[in-house]
């Protein structure tokens, strides 16, 4: 069964983290040894709204630099 922690780790798009790489080859190997992978529906809830959430921090600091471009070239 696999917690939010270890699923957060793996599914960072985003991670250049060697402890991730190495948590995401972890899990990868798991099915070729055998091992079913079993996720708790709350750890895939938790997992979606936090990158929900980072995607919508990411879009608003997009919007904010564009919109700070847009004041100085009006300027």
């Known amino acids: 069964m696999l917690d939010s922690g270890p699923l957060g780790m793996v599914t960072n798009p985003k991670t250049t983290s060697a402890v991730c790489?190495?948590?995401k080859l972890w899990l990868?190997?798991?099915p070729e040894k055998g091992y079913q992978v079993?996720?708790?529906e709350i750890a895939d809830?938790?997992?979606r709204r936090e990158l929900?959430?980072?995607g919508s921090r990411e879009q608003g600091a997009e919007s904010r630099e564009q919109g700070a471009g847009s004041r100085e070239q009006g300027a």
Request: with cysteine.
């Open 21 to 23: 790489q190495e948590c």
């Open 28 to 30: 990868d190997s798991l």
């Open 38 to 40: 079993v996720l708790p």
């Open 45 to 47: 809830y938790e997992v």
């Open 52 to 54: 929900r959430r980072a």
